[in-house]
C-alpha cells in the first residue's frame, strides 16, 4: 500500500477542519454543532496520525486515542446539556440562548 | 516509573484519589457536609503531598510532567483556591437544596486538570490536563439546572471549549508534523525565533495552538464568552473559573515561554502585544456602564489578563516574580469579589445586580469592607496587594522598554477605577432600594470566615510582601 | 529600651483598628477606654523610650528601627523604618503626653454625642499618623503621615456631618492642603530623580555633597517643600482653611488645629534643613513668610468674635514664629517654641471649651462675660494660656520661647531689622488680643448663664497643662540668666547650631528686657481699652474707619473674599462659558468617547453564540494573516 504523504494528510485534516468549523458557524441544531466539534475534533486527530507516520512513531496514534476519549467525555456531558437544554427553551435552537448579552 | 517517581507524583495522586472517595462516599451515604470534608482533607492532603514531593531531586516524571518548585507553587495555590471555592459553596449549595456531592467531585477533577497543567511539559499532558478542567467545568456550569440561564451558559462555554480544543490539538498536530517535537525543551528553539523564519505549517500550528490558550484566558479576540459564562455561571463556579481555570493556563503559557525571550520585533511579540492592549482596552471599557456586578467582574477579568500579558512580554526574572505575583493577588482579589456576591446570593438568584448592593454597608458592615477592600485591590489601590502587584507589572515593562503596552496599563488602569468605584460608592450610599431588602440573606460563618480570610491577606501582603516574595522567587527561578 | 519605638505609632494604630471593627458593640466606657488607652500607653512608651534615649544616648545620637522593606523594585526600595534623634524625641512625648490629655478631655467633652466611637476610632487614626510622620526615617513613609494627618483632619472638621457648613468646612480644608500637599509629592519627586533615594538622611548627604549652595535643584526642592509646609501649617497664602477649621469639635481643634498638625510644617523643614541651608533665598522666604502671617494673624485675631477662631488665628501666628525661627537658622529654638505653643495653646483651647459647653454652646465671646467666679478653673487656665501666649515676663514659658526667637531674628546670622521688628509688634498686638480675650470672656457683666460645669476629665488636662506652661520654659534659659540650657544642647545633637552675631549678655538681657515690655504693654492696654472704658472703645468702633477696619480684619484680611474673587468665580465663570466651545469638549469628550466605546463594543456582546464563534474565528484569521505575511 502506498503511503499517504504528510502534506495531502493535512490538506485532508484541513479540509475536514474547516467542514466542521464552517458547519458550527452555520448550523443552529444543538446536536448538529456538538457533531461538527466532533468532526474538528476528528480532524485534528487525523492530522496527529498524519503526522505522527512521516516520523515513523506511534506518538501520533496515541495522541490521537486521547483525543478520542476526551472527544467522547465531551459529547457525554454536551448531549446531557442538550437534553437539559432542550426541557428548559423548548427546542434545541442554539440562536435561543442569547438571554445574557451586553 | 520507579518508586521514586510515584512520591514526585503524590500530589497527583493524591489529587485523583480524592474524587474517587468523595464519589464513592456519596454512593453510599448522601451527605453534604461529609462531601465537603472530603474535598477539604483530600486537599489538605493535595498540599501536604506537595511538601513530601518538594523533597525530591529529580523533578521529571516521564516526558509528560515536571514537578519543579514552579508546578509545585502553582498547584499550591490552585488547591488552595479550590478549598476556598468549596467553602464558599457550603451555603451557597445548602440553601438551593440540591445533591451537592457531584459538585465537590467535578471540582476535585477540575482542579486535577489544574494541576495536571501546571506540571506539563509536553502537548499530551497539556491537552489532557486542559480538558479534563473543561470537562469538569461544563457540569459544574450548569450544576444547579434550574434556571435557563445556567443552561445557556454552559452551552455557549462547552460549544466555545470544544472548538477551541479542536483548534489547539489540529495546531498541536501541526508543530509536531513540522517539528517532530511535542516537549517544551523541544519547542524552544522554535519560540526564540518567534516564528521568524519558519514553516507555514508551524506558524499556522503555533497561531492555532494560541487560539485554545487565549479562549482559556479569555483574551481579545476570544473573550466574548466571559460575561455570559461569568453571568450565568452560579457564583462559586464564577469565582473557580475566574481564577483556577485561568491561572492554571497561564502558569502553563509562562512555562512553555520563559526559557525563550521573545525578539520585541518578531511577529509572536507583536501579535501578544496586541492581544494584550487590546484586552486591557476591551475589557476596561465594556465594564463601564455596567449594571451587572458578575459581568463586571467578568470584564474586569479580561483586562486584568490583559496587564499580565504586559509583564509577561517582558524579559527577566523580574517580570516572572511580577507575573506570578500578581496572578496570586487576582487569585485572592477575584475569590473575595465572587465570594460576596455568592454569600449575598438569596436561592432564588445570585446577587447580581448593582441594586442589590446599594446601601450594603449599612446591612452588612463587614462584607461592604470586604468587598471594597476586594475593589480596590482590583483598582490597584495603595495599601493593598493589587498596588503592589500592578507596581511590579510596571516595572517589569519598564525594564523592558515596553513603553507603548505601560502607558495602555495605566491609562486602562484610570478608566478601571470609574467602575470599580461605582460599586464600592453603590454600596456605602445610605438608602437601600426598594426591593433589595430581600438581600437580607445573612452571609453564613464559613463563607465570612473565608472572606476575612482573603481580605486580610489583601492587606497583610499589600503592606509587608516580602515573605511572599521570596517564596515565588524560589518557585520561579526553577523555571528560569 | 529603645525596641520599644515601634510601638509608639502602633497602639493608636491598633485603637483605631479595634475602634473601627468593633464600632457598634462597644459601649462609650469601652470606646473611651480604648481610645484614650491606647494613646495613653503609648505617650508612657514614649516617655520610657525618651528617657532611655538621654540617660544612655545610642551612638551618633540617632537610633534606626528598620522594621521591613515595604517593597523592592531595584531603584525604589521605601522601608517601614522609623529614625528617632533629639528631635523626634520632642515631637513625639509632645504629641503623645499632649494627645493623651486631650483624649481624656474628649472622653467628657463629647460624652454626650452620638458619634462617640467614631470621634475616638478617627482621634487615634490620627496620632498614629502623625507618629508615623515625626518617626518616619524616609519622605515616603513621611508623606504615608502626612496624608493619614490630612485624611483625619478632615474627618475630623466634618464630624458633625449634619451641619453642611461644617462640611464644607473640612472640604476646604482639604482643597488647601492639598494645594500645599502637591507641591510636597512634585519635590519628593524631585528629590528622588536627582538623588536616587528617599531616606531622609542619605538624602541630606547627598544634597549636601552634590549641590552647591544656591543650586537649582536645592531651591526647587526647597521651594516645594516649603509649599507643602506652607499648607499644612496654615501660613500665608494657603492659611484661610484654619479659621473654618474650628467647626469641628473642640478637643480636635486643641489636637489638630493647635498642638501637632499644623507644627507638620515646621517638622518638615526643621528635618530636611540641609536642603534650606544650600538655598538660603528660600529661608529668607520662609522667614518672610513667617514674619508676615504672624503679623497678619495678630491683626486678625484683635477682630474677631468668636472664641475659637480667635485662637485659630493666633496658633497661625505662633506658627509663623516657628516660621521665622527656622528661616534665620534658629532651628531648635523653633522646636523650643512648638513645645511650648503646644502646652499654652492646648490649654486655651481645651478651656475654651469647657466655657463653651458650659454655656450651652456659646461661641460668641460678646455673649460671654463675668465667667471668672462661675468657672474658676477655666478662668485660671485661661490667663495661664493667656500670659505664655503673651510671653509675660519669666514666669511663663512662652516667654523663653518667644524670647528667644525675637532675639534670634536680630541675632543670627541671616537675621534682620525687618524680621525683628515684625516679631517684636507682633508680640504686642499678641499681648492685646490674648487679654482682650481674657477681659471680655471673664470679667463684665454675664451675658449667657452656666449650665453645665466641668468635672475632673476635663479639668485634670488643664491643670496639668497650666503646669507645663508655667515651667516649661525652664529647660533653655537666655544668655543673661545664666548659661542653663540642656533643651539647645540635647537638640544640638540633631540640629545644626545657631551661628549668631550678637548673642552676649547684654544683648540677650536688653532683647529679654523689649519683649517682656512688649507684653505688659499689651495687657496695659488691653485692660484699659477692655476693661476701664469698654463703652468708649464701643464707640470708637462703631465710627466709620475703625469699623471698617474692624470688618477688613475681621474677615481675615479679605483673603477669602480674595481668592474667591481671583480664583473660584472666574474658573467657574470660564467653566460655564467654556462649557459649550473650549476645554469642556475636551475632558466630556473623553467622557463621552469612553460611553460611547462602551455602547459599541457592549453591542457586540449580542449573546448569540454562533457570533461569538464568528469572533474567534476572524480574529484567528487576522492573526494568521498577520503572521504569515510578515
Known sequence: MAAVSLDHGLILAAILFVIGFVGLLTRRNLIVVLACIEIMLNAAGLAFVVAGARWGRADGQVMFLFVLAMAAAEVAVGLALAIRFRQSLGRLDVDDADEMKG | MTGGDLITLLPLIVLTASPVVVMLAAAFWRSHALALTLTLVGLTATIVSLFIAAGRTSRQVTPLLSFDAYALFYIGLLTAATAGVAILSWNYLQRRHVHPEEYYMLLLTATLGGAVLVASTHFASFFLGLEILSVSLYALIVYPIYRTQFVEAAVKYLVLAGSTSAFLVFGMALVYAETGTMTVSGLAPLLRAGLGGADVVVVLGVVLLLVGVGFKLAVVPFHMWTPDVYQGAPAPVGAYVATVSKGAVFALLLRYFRPVSLDPGSSLFLVFAAVAIASMVAGNLLALRQDNVKRILAYSSIAHLGYLLVAFLATGERAAIAVTFYLVAYFATTLAAFGVVAALSPPERDAESLSDYRGLARRRRWTATAFTIALFSLAGMPLTMGFIGKFYLVTAGAGSALWALIIVLVLTSTVGLYYYTRVVVAMWVRQPDEGAEAMGAAVDGASGAVLAALTAFLIVFGVYPAPLIHLIERAVSSLL | ?630
Request: hydrophobic letters at 55%; one cysteine or more.
Open chain 3, 1 to 630: 529600651m529603645l525596641q520599644l519605638l515601634w510601638i509608639i505609632p502602633a497602639l493608636p494604630a491598633a485603637g483605631f483598628v479595634v475602634l473601627a471593627l468593633l464600632n457598634r458593640h462597644l459601649g462609650r466606657r469601652a470606646a473611651a477606654v480604648i481610645g484614650a488607652g491606647s494613646v495613653g500607653l503609648s505617650a508612657v512608651v514614649a516617655l520610657l523610650v525618651a528617657v532611655s534615649f538621654i540617660a544612655s544616648p545610642p551612638p551618633g545620637d540617632v537610633y534606626r528601627q528598620v522594621l521591613w522593606t515595604w517593597f523592592d523594585t531595584g531603584g525604589l526600595a521605601p522601608q517601614i523604618a522609623f529614625y528617632l534623634d533629639a528631635m523626634s524625641v520632642i515631637f513625639v512625648v509632645v504629641i503623645t503626653f499632649v494627645g493623651f490629655l486631650i483624649h481624656l478631655y474628649s472622653t467628657e467633652f463629647m460624652e454626650r454625642d452620638e458619634g462617640y466611637t467614631r470621634f475616638f476610632m478617627y482621634m487615634n487614626l490620627f496620632v498614629a499618623s502623625m507618629l508615623v510622620l515625626v518617626l518616619a526615617d524616609n519622605l515616603l513613609l513621611l508623606y504615608l503621615g502626612w496624608e493619614g494627618v490630612g485624611l483625619c483632619s478632615y474627618l475630623l472638621i466634618s464630624f458633625w456631618q449634619r451641619d453642611l457648613q461644617n462640611v464644607y468646612a473640612g472640604r476646604k480644608a482639604f482643597i488647601v492642603t492639598r494645594i500645599g500637599d502637591t507641591a510636597l509629592i512634585i519635590g519628593l519627586f524631585l528629590l528622588f530623580t536627582q538623588l536616587h533615594t528617599l531616606a531622609i538622611q542619605p538624602l541630606m548627604a547627598g544634597a549636601a555633597k552634590e549641590w552647591p549652595v544656591g543650586s537649582g535643584f536645592a531651591v526647587a526642592a526647597a521651594a516645594l517643600l516649603l509649599g507643602g509646609a506652607v499648607g499644612k501649617s496654615a501660613q500665608l497664602p494657603l492659611q484661610t482653611w484654619l479659621p473654618d477649621a474650628m467647626a469641628g469639635p473642640t478637643p480636635v481643634s486643641a489636637l489638630i488645629h493647635a498642638a501637632t498638625m499644623v507644627t507638620a510644617g515646621v517638622y518638615l523643614i526643621a528635618r530636611t534643613n540641609v536642603l534650606f541651608t544650600l538655598a538660603p533665598d528660600v529661608r529668607l522666604a520662609v522667614a518672610i513668610v513667617g514674619t508676615v502671617t504672624l503679623l497678619y494673624a495678630c491683626f486678625c485675631a484683635l477682630a474677631q468674635h468668636d472664641i475659637k477662631r480667635v485662637l485659630a488665628y493666633s496658633t497661625m501666628s505662633q506658627i509663623g514664629y516657628m516660621f521665622l525661627a527656622l528661616g534665620v537658622a534658629g532651628w531648635s529654638a523653633a522646636i523650643f517654641h512648638f513645645m511650648t505653643h503646644a502646652f499654652f495653646k492646648a490649654l486655651l483651647f481645651l478651656a475654651a471649651g469647657a466655657v463653651i459647653e458650659s454655656l450651652g454652646g456659646e461661641h460668641d465671646i460678646f455673649k460671654m462675660g463675668g465667667l471668672r467666679r462661675k468657672l474658676p478653673t477655666a478662668f485660671w487656665a485661661f490667663i495661664v494660656g493667656a500670659a505664655s501666649l503673651a510671653a509675660m515676663p519669666l514666669v511663663t514659658s512662652g516667654f523663653y520661647s518667644k524670647d528667644l526667637i525675637i532675639e534670634t531674628s536680630l541675632g543670627s546670622v541671616d537675621g534682620n531689622a525687618w524680621l525683628w521688628l515684625g516679631a517684636l509688634v507682633g508680640s504686642l498686638l499678641t499681648s492685646i488680643y490674648a487679654f482682650r480675650l481674657v477681659f471680655v470672656v471673664f470679667f463684665g457683666d454675664q451675658q449667657t448663664p452656666v449650665t453645665r460645669r466641668p468635672r475632673w476629665r476635663m479639668l485634670l488636662p488643664l491643670w496639668v497643662l497650666s503646669a507645663l506652661s508655667l515651667i516649661g520654659g525652664f529647660v533653655w534659659l537666655p544668655e543673661w540668666m545664666g548659661s542653663f540650657h540642656p533643651l539647645e544642647n540635647f537638640l544640638g545633637e540633631a540640629l545644626p547650631p545657631l551661628k549668631t552675631v550678637a548673642s552676649s549678655f547684654a544683648y540677650t538681657g536688653v532683647s529679654a528686657l523689649l519683649t517682656s515690655l512688649v507684653a505688659v504693654v499689651g495687657v496695659a492696654l488691653a485692660t484699659v481699652w477692655l476693661v476701664e472704658s469698654r463703652a468708649a472703645l464701643g464707640d470708637f468702633a462703631a465710627r466709620p474707619t475703625p469699623h471698617a477696619l474692624q470688618e477688613f480684619w475681621l474677615n481675615g484680611w479679605g483673603f477669602d473674599w480674595l481668592y474667591e474673587h481671583v480664583f473660584v468665580i472666574p474658573v467657574k465663570w470660564f467653566a460655564r462659558v467654556a462649557r459649550n466651545d473650549l476645554v469642556e469638549p475636551a475632558f466630556s469628550g473623553l467622557a463621552w468617547l469612553n460611553v460611547q466605546a462602551w455602547r459599541a463594543l457592549s453591542a457586540s456582546q449580542n449573546g448569540v453564540l454562533r457570533v461569538y464563534i464568528a469572533v474567534a474565528g476572524v480574529g484567528l484569521v487576522v492573526i494568521l494573516a498577520f503572521v504569515v505575511l510578515r
